[in-house]
């Protein structure tokens, strides 16, 4: 009977086509589910591009993990960092000093995070020293060999006190220097609203007067409108640290031997008062927001589908009513209920798996087309400044496998339907 079912499908499917309402239902079934398909798998690569493409920038521009003291001074990181880069899993590790300031070029004023790193080691836990477009991250330890055009600063920006002559080099993201509307060579002022220095127990503020020497660019807005990079030295006394930093940097052979990898340094540094704490937590609710809404617009899109399928529903009743006399003939010669209800699923199906075929086909047209041009985006909301896109198994499948699903449960209604028609209701008036 099996046979039967697909010989029989296949012939409704072919003959009736040639009733030219029931072919134009059938297209419109089918362009509709394509669409719905092409803009769904669409969608949903484009949510993967943000997040991929997200996940390898900060892979690139900041450290896989931070090795940080829970109690007391940071003091003996170099003893840290040597037992660190010790472990064969270990690619890299560098001390570095965190903190928020305002930075001001006398013009404008924004906020930003201070990073006084190892310009000789950083760049084993970072790739920023390879993205600078303006200038050499070498400048930052060895600034004579930068000749720079000296520009003078404000001197109302002045007003904490500190040494005019010395001026340290620092390095900033390019739409931080397009904000405060600077240049390489340019002369800003930084002011940390917290040190070690304190007064009657309080941190008081302290401003220093940084050269920019470099510019960087990563293509992520967030880290080139905040980002400030600095050597080490430069920053423990600009911000009273003496001889200690915030956290030490890592970067592992293997990203996906993260875990195993803590476990091997949380050995080797001793345990408390020593704490990791990996790139997946400093970033969790950033992409915790973009897994959820990716997982929204799948479900809000899957309507559409939805909406789709009720064109194949429309279709198999027209057919079944078309088709009444030829169902009950089927019926008086023994076939079953079964049978029948089989030919009009397959006859669902098939409108399903072209429309499905024909959407996956189109939408990964539609990918590479938004892939090439390079849709512009603003970075200042979007993160990155073009449309990212990235095609992969976990978008095409859910959707085919969703589309699939659909088609075949709207195909119940009119199978059934079909499958109670008796022989004498068929063959009444013939």
Known sequence: MSELSRFIALRYFVKGREKSTLSLISLISVIGLALAVASLITILSVMDGFIIQMK?????????????????????????????????????????????????????????????????????????????????????????????????????????????????????????????????????TVVSPKSRQKVDGNPVPVSMHFKIVGIFDTGLHDYDSRYIYAALDDIQNFLQFGDSVSFVSIRVENINRLDDTKHAIQKVVGGFPYAIQDWQDMHKTTFRFLQLQKIVMFIILLFIILVASFGIITTLIMLVITKTGEISILRAIGATKGTIIKIFMIDGFIIGVTGTVAGSL??????????????????????????????????????????????LLSTLYPSIKAAGITPVEGLRYD
């Open 362 to 407: 189109l939408s990964v047209i539609m990918c590479i087309i938004l892939d090439n041009i390079r849709f512009p985006l603003s970075k200042e909301i979007y993160f990155f400044s073009s449309l990212p896109v990235e095609m992969s198994f976990f978008s095409f499948f859910p959707v085919i496998a969703s589309s699939l699903a659909i088609t």
């Open 56 to 188: 390898e920038t900060i892979l690139k521009t900041t450290s896989h993990a931070n090795v940080y003291k829970v109690l007391g001074s940071f003091e003996n990181y170099e003893d840290i960092s040597q037992k660190i880069n010790s472990l064969p899993e270990i690619k890299g590790a560098s001390p570095v000093i965190f903190n928020e300031v305002l930075v001001s070029s006398g013009k404008m004023i924004s906020g930003g995070l201070m990073n006084g790193v190892d310009p000789k080691s950083f760049g084993s836990v970072s790739d920023v020293p390879g993205m600078i477009v303006e200038g050499d991250f070498i400048c930052l330890s060895e600034p004579e060999k930068c000749v720079e055009i000296e520009k003078e600063p404000d001197p109302l920006s002045d007003f904490l006190g500190e040494d005019p002559e010395i001026i340290p080099p620092v390095i900033i993201g390019r739409d931080m220097a397009q904000k405060l509307k600077v240049e390489k060579g340019a002369v800003i």
